[in-house]
């Protein structure tokens, strides 16, 4: 597998992903969650268009996986690829706030 480059930035309502998927279509991406993993599949693509004399660019499948908070919002994330770079938007839950719970006589 090849790991993509990524950045994971904090804000207070929530985080954002954002990763490098070069020549990736977002029909391509494959993003799964199971319990708090979080993982990103998505295949490599070749520029072949000929012989090639020399090859650094990595062919395979980019696999990436991130351990999640359990103060984010599973139910509400948001996912979109422009340009080859995949943004990620998790939003922070809502925290239930302690109350009374008053007990009625019947």
């Known amino acids: 597998y090849l790991m993509p480059k990524?950045?994971?930035?904090?804000?207070k309502t929530g985080i954002e992903i954002l990763m490098d998927l070069p020549g990736v279509e977002s029909k391509d991406i494959e993003i799964d969650l199971s319990e708090r993993m979080l993982t990103i599949v998505a295949p490599a693509s070749s520029r072949n268009d000929g012989g090639?004399?020399?090859?650094?660019?990595?062919?395979?499948?980019?696999?990436?996986?991130?351990?999640?908070?359990?103060?984010?919002?599973?139910?509400?994330?948001?996912?979109?690829?422009?340009?080859?770079?995949?943004?990620?938007?998790?939003?922070?839950?809502?925290?239930?706030?302690?109350?009374?719970?008053?007990v009625s006589v019947n």
């Open 6 to 11: 990524a950045d994971v930035i904090q804000f």
């Open 52 to 102: 090639i004399n020399s090859q650094e660019l990595g062919l395979g499948v980019f696999r990436r996986s991130f351990y999640l908070s359990d103060e984010l919002d599973f139910e509400k994330i948001d996912a979109s690829c422009k340009n080859g770079v995949l943004c990620l938007t998790i939003p922070m839950a809502q925290k239930i706030e302690p109350r009374k719970i008053q």
